[in-house]
C-alpha cells in the first residue's frame, strides 16, 4: 500500500509516499480503507520533532491521526461494527491506503468521507479546552485564531451551550465567523482594545499560538481562565498546555450528535492527493484557514 513517511524530523520536505506493508487489525481495533484523511497541526508539529507530551515518536515514522473510510477488518473483541461500514475515526499514520483506527463512529448519513475526516480530533480537542478553561453558559469566551477547524468547532459547540463567543481572525474571515455565531474581530495591531470594547472577557483560548498569551490573560485577568493548544511556551504565563487527548470515543459520540442535528458544521476549504501531504502541511502551516484541510485517498 502507499503511505506518507518520514525518516528524520524537519520541514514538508521529509515527508515521503512510500511503498508499505498494510496494517491489521488487532484486538479492539478496526481497519479502514481510507478516503480521506485530515491534516491538523499536530500532524506537522510531530514532524518537526517538537514535545507534545504524547509518546515519543520511532522513526521512521507514519503521519496522521484522523480518517474516514470503509471497514475491511475487525479486531477481535470489537462489536457494533460490521465490514463495509462508513466510520470516521482517530488512530496512527491515517496518510495512506489503509489504516487502523483505535476510536470511531459510523459516520452521519449524508456526510462525505471528505467532510467526515476533518472531525475526530478538532471535535475532541474543541470539547476538552471548552471543558478545561470553565466557561459556563451566559459568560463570554475569546478565542484567538478562531477560523480554522478547532476554532470552528468552538465557536458552534460554545454558542451551542449559551456561551457568547468573540473570536480573533484575519481580516478575510470576519464573515465566516459571523455565519458561525461570533462576535469578530481582526488581530494584529489594536485588537486588545478592539475586544476590550466587545465587553468584559471570562475566559480565553489560545487556538494558533501567534504570541498572545500574555494578553489573554490580560483580559481575562487570570491565567487560569486561558488554554492554549499551540503555544508551547504558555507555562511561563501560569497558563495551561492542552496536548494530550480526552475521551476520542465519547468525542466522536457528541460529534455524531450535533453533526445529525444540524448544529456542528466544518467546510473543507481544500483537498490535495495523498502525494502532496507536504503542501497540505506547508498551507496548513501557513495559518488563515477557514474550516479543514485534507487529503483523499
Avoid: C
Avoid at 472531525?119 to 459556563?136: D, K, M, N
Avoid at 475521551?247 to 460529534?255: K, M, R
Wanted: net charge negative; proline share 4%; glycine share 14%.
Amino acid at each position: 500500500m502507499k503511505k506518507v513517511s518520514f525518516a528524520e524530523f524537519g520541514g514538508p520536505d521529509v515527508l515521503q509516499l512510500v511503498d508499505a506493508e498494510e496494517p491489521h487489525a488487532g484486538p479492539g481495533r478496526i481497519r479502514i480503507a481510507v478516503r480521506a484523511a485530515g491534516v491538523n497541526p499536530v500532524d506537522w508539529r510531530v514532524r518537526e520533532g517538537q514535545v507534545l507530551g504524547a509518546h515519543p515518536i520511532e522513526l521512521p515514522s507514519g503521519v496522521g491521526l484522523d480518517a474516514a473510510g470503509v471497514v475491511d477488518e475487525v479486531g477481535e473483541g470489537v462489536a457494533g461494527v460490521e465490514v463495509g461500514d462508513r466510520v470516521f475515526g482517530e488512530g496512527a499514520s491515517t496518510y495512506a491506503e489503509f489504516a487502523v483506527l483505535g476510536a470511531w463512529a459510523r459516520m452521519p448519513d449524508g456526510l462525505a468521507f471528505e467532510e467526515a475526516a476533518g472531525y475526530p480530533s478538532v471535535v475532541e480537542t474543541a470539547l476538552r479546552v471548552i471543558r478545561e478553561v470553565g466557561v459556563r453558559p451566559g459568560q463570554t469566551l475569546l478565542v484567538s485564531g478562531a477560523s480554522g477547524g478547532v476554532g470552528s468547532a468552538v465557536l458552534q459547540i460554545a454558542r451551542e451551550r449559551g456561551v457568547t463567543v468573540i473570536g480573533t481572525a484575519g481580516a478575510a474571515n470576519q464573515e465566516y465567523l459571523r455565519d458561525l455565531g461570533a462576535v469578530a474581530t481582526t488581530y494584529g495591531e489594536g485588537w486588545v482594545e478592539r475586544v476590550r470594547r466587545l465587553g468584559a472577557v471570562d475566559a480565553a483560548l489560545d487556538l494558533a499560538g501567534s504570541g498572545v498569551i500574555r494578553e489573554l490573560v490580560e483580559l481575562t485577568g487570570n491565567p487560569d481562565r486561558v488554554v492554549s493548544i499551540a503555544d508551547l511556551g504558555a507555562s511561563e504565563f501560569g497558563v495551561r498546555f492542552s496536548g494530550v487527548a480526552g475521551s476520542v470515543p465519547a468525542a466522536l459520540a457528541e460529534a455524531v450528535d450535533l453533526i445529525s442535528r444540524g448544529k456542528l458544521h466544518i467546510p473543507v476549504e481544500k483537498a490535495y492527493p495523498l502525494a502532496e501531504a507536504a503542501a497540505a502541511h506547508v498551507d496548513s502551516q501557513a495559518g488563515h484557514t477557514r474550516g479543514r484541510r485534507v487529503l483523499v485517498i
